[in-house]
Structure formats: C-alpha cells, structure tokens
C-alpha cells in the first residue's frame, strides 16, 4: 500500500500562485507516472497534470503555461506549481499515482482562488 499525502491547498486571490506538493510513503516516483486530478462538486474529476516516469508532462489546456508539474524522486515529491490563478481554478486537487497494476489517490486538498 501507498500513500500519497498532499500540501498546499488554502485560499488565494485571483492572480495569485500556490504550489501543491505530494509525497509518497514508498519510492514509487521512478516507475509510475504521477498526476494532479481536480474536482468540483457535481462534476467529474479532471485531469490536470501528469509527469511520467520518464520525464514526458502532459497539460490539460485550461492550465497549460500556468501550473507546471515536476517531481524530485529523491523526496518522493511531486509539485504542482499553480501561477495566474483565476476563481475557475477553485476545486480540489488529487494528487495520482499510477501504476502497471495498482493506481492511488491522495484526499485532495482544497484550492479556492476568491478576493
């Protein structure tokens, strides 16, 4: 079993930037490829971000240019940096873990872009 345990979240004015960290209890980040998932109630979860493990990221378009994701896999970390926030951005964020066999899922914290 792993988890994956989230920081970052809270309140920020539009414009602003926050940065989401995820770290893993298990070396994982060299085998799978790690991902940030959003949700807002009522509607599905969507993707945000993804880093393989090879490297390669993938961006949905709402975000492209605006939240970089990376990862240091000698902290078990994955960061999701969230710059130009705008109130759209509100929901929570999931960090993912996804493997051959086995996906995981953080608890997702809470971004909320509002003056």
């Known amino acids: 079993q792993v988890q994956l345990v989230e920081s970052g979240g809270g309140l920020v004015q539009p414009g602003g930037s926050l940065r989401l960290s995820c770290t893993t209890s298990r070396s994982i980040l060299s085998v799978y490829t790690m991902g940030w998932y959003r949700q807002v109630p009522g509607k599905q979860r969507e993707l945000v971000a993804t880093s393989t493990k090879g490297g390669s990221t993938n961006y949905a378009d709402s975000v492209k240019g605006r939240f970089p994701i990376s990862r240091d896999n000698a902290k078990n970390t994955v960061y999701l940096q969230m710059n130009s926030l705008n109130p759209e951005d509100t929901a929570a964020y999931f960090c993912?873990?996804?493997?051959?066999?086995?996906?995981?899922w953080g608890l997702g914290p809470q971004v909320t872009v509002s003056s």
């Open positions: 993912h873990a996804h493997g051959t066999l086995l996906d995981y």
